[in-house]
């Protein structure tokens, strides 16, 4: 049973950093793709990262320079660290992963499988 479980979202000023983490309990696939999605009250969701188990990282276009992905495989845990952050990013914030795909840039949520249950960002 796959579990992805986020956490780390709350209340910032505009400007200001939050670091999410992912920790993708009982995830066996050795090559993956992990994605951050995020999704606004009325609002599309929103692919704005990607990071793969090869290191491969991807990002929208309105987070790039400001969001990295990164992975620390001892703890087993993924992070998305958000800086200067703006009001436009309020947002629930997901992760997402499945198999590795032979395609570059931000995948669709289609591309996923397991999702985690999601993390409140709120910018002011």
């Known amino acids: 049973h796959v579990q992805l479980v986020e956490s780390g979202g709350g209340a910032v000023q505009a400007g200001g950093s939050l670091r999410l983490p992912c920790v993708p309990n009982?995830?066996?696939?050795?090559?993956?793709?992990m994605g951050w999605f995020r999704q606004a009250p009325g609002k599309e969701r929103e692919g704005v990262a990607r990071?793969?188990?090869?290191?491969?990282?991807s990002y929208a276009d309105s987070v790039k320079g400001r969001f990295t992905c990164s992975k620390d495989n001892a703890k087993n845990t993924l992070y998305l660290q958000m800086n200067s952050l703006k009001p436009e990013d309020t947002a629930m914030y997901l992760c997402?992963?499945?198999?590795?795909?032979?395609?570059?840039?931000?995948?669709?949520?289609?591309?996923?499988?397991?999702w985690g249950q999601g993390t409140q960002v709120t910018v002011s």
């Open positions: 990071i793969d188990s090869n290191g491969y990282t």
């Open positions: 997402a992963a499945f198999k590795l795909v032979d395609r570059l840039g931000i995948l669709g949520a289609q591309d996923y499988r397991y």
């Open positions: 009982g995830y066996t696939y050795r090559e993956f793709c």
